[in-house]
């Protein structure tokens, strides 16, 4: 087999089959942030789908860092439970690695659910005042969030490390911590969204601290053999924001305090951001930081076609690609790119019978038999 995007590779002790990621999605269909049917049904079909990885929506790991009422939340003992239970179905079906990605929305908590507007919700709608590293709205025309007080600080990270044990026990393979799309630790990051004057304000080294330390105090929980990666905005896409070169920066930083991979996405910090997508435009930021850090990199946005993901791999821009609208749009993604650069993936027994004849092969160890 010579594609590359189905040539495995090992992040910590963990080995992923193939180079494919379904990348992080919310689904906004949790309750208390109580898992649903719908993720059992969500993420069912998604690790039916053969990718090498498959990452779990952003999950807020304190009931004020959901984006909205309706996000996933890992913060308490009945958010356990119901993931357990989708987890347990998981895992009695596929075998495809599992991470988590943990989250903190900062200002962007609060909101409305995309399909009923997404605008910022008032406390007495069922909103809540969402924090943040200074009393920045993220339009102008929004009342501004809380600033973050050292006591928040201490409980934010706080609530990170008991959110990673909770994952651990639960036995999820891999965490990504979210630090982009401008939810709290892109926040921190950003000089146009943090004007603190304290040491976590100013300097790129004051606003790398409280992400550093969330990520420090994390990875000091997070089983050592289990891989922990970081996924970031690598621009703002805004003069005078956050950038390619202070990303660079911060991922040397979480290199050398044991990072395993950087998911190099980008924008969302606020409505100035100018972004011109075209397929593949964050890859750049991957491959870069893959060059200069020497650490493995995730690819994202607009990967769609299975010889352009190949591409990306083969030539060394990205070590891995994730997709999210084009997995949703095609769960079987993988097996159709195995069909179409001669790669194998893994398949349950119930759906062996699938492939087209040209691609008869593409199922590792499938065999049939009838009377
Ligand atoms: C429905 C939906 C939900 C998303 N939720 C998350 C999320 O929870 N965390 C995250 O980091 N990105 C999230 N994203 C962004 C995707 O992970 C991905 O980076 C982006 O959609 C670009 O990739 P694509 O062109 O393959 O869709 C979401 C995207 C979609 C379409």
Redesign the pocket.
């Known amino acids: 087999m010579t594609s590359a995007l189905f040539q495995p590779i090992s992040l910590g002790e963990l080995r992923l089959p193939n180079r494919i990621v379904v990348?992080?999605?919310?689904q906004y269909s949790a309750t208390d942030g109580n898992a649903s049917d719908w993720h059992l049904i969500h993420l069912g079909q998604l690790a039916l789908g053969g990718a090498g990885l498959l990452c779990v929506?952003?999950t807020a790991v304190e009931a004020i860092g959901r984006i909205t009422p309706n996000c996933l939340g890992l913060y308490s003992d009945d958010n356990e439970t119901a993931l357990r239970r989708v987890l347990a179905a998981l895992r009695r079906h596929a075998d495809t690695p599992l991470a988590i990605?943990l989250?903190h929305a900062g200002r962007k908590g609060s909101s409305h659910t995309p399909w009923d507007g997404g605008k910022l919700m008032q406390p007495n709608a069922g909103g809540w005042e969402p924090i943040a590293p200074s009393a920045l709205p993220f339009s102008p025309s929004e009342q501004p969030p809380r600033e973050m007080t050292a006591a928040d600080l201490d409980r934010v990270r706080d609530a990170f490390v008991r959110t990673a044990q909770r994952a651990a026990r639960l036995g999820f393979d891999a965490i990504e911590l979210?630090a982009?799309?401008g939810y709290l630790l892109h926040e921190f990051l950003s000089p146009l969204a943090n004007r603190r004057s304290d040491s976590y304000g100013g300097s790129l080294e004051n606003r790398m601290r409280f992400p550093l330390e969330v990520f420090s105090a994390v990875r000091e929980v997070w089983p050592e053999a289990k891989p922990l990666g970081v996924?970031i905005s690598a621009s703002d896409w805004i003069d005078c924001g956050w950038d390619l070169p202070q990303s660079i920066e911060f991922a040397q930083r979480l290199k050398r305090a044991g990072c395993d991979w950087i998911d190099a996405?980008s924008g969302g910090l606020a409505p100035e951001q100018k972004i011109t997508l075209v397929p593949g435009y964050q890859v750049p930021f991957a491959e870069a930081i893959r060059k200069a850090v020497g650490i493995p990199t995730i690819a994202?946005?607009?990967?769609?076609e299975p010889r352009q993901a190949e591409d990306i791999v083969a030539s060394g821009k990205a070590d891995m690609v994730?997709?999210?609208?084009?997995?949703?749009f095609d769960p079987h993604w993988a097996w159709r790119a195995a069909a179409e650069l001669g790669g194998e993936v893994r398949a349950p027994k119930q759906y062996w019978r699938a492939p087209p004849r040209a691609a008869e092969t593409i199922f590792r160890g499938a065999k049939l038999g009838q009377r």
């Not at 994730?322 to 949703?328: C, E, Q, Y």
Request: hydrophobic share 50%; glycine share 8%.
């Open positions: 990348s992080p999605m919310c929506e952003a990605q989250a979210h982009a799309h996924r996405s994202v946005g607009l990967i769609t994730a997709l999210a609208r084009g997995m949703l």
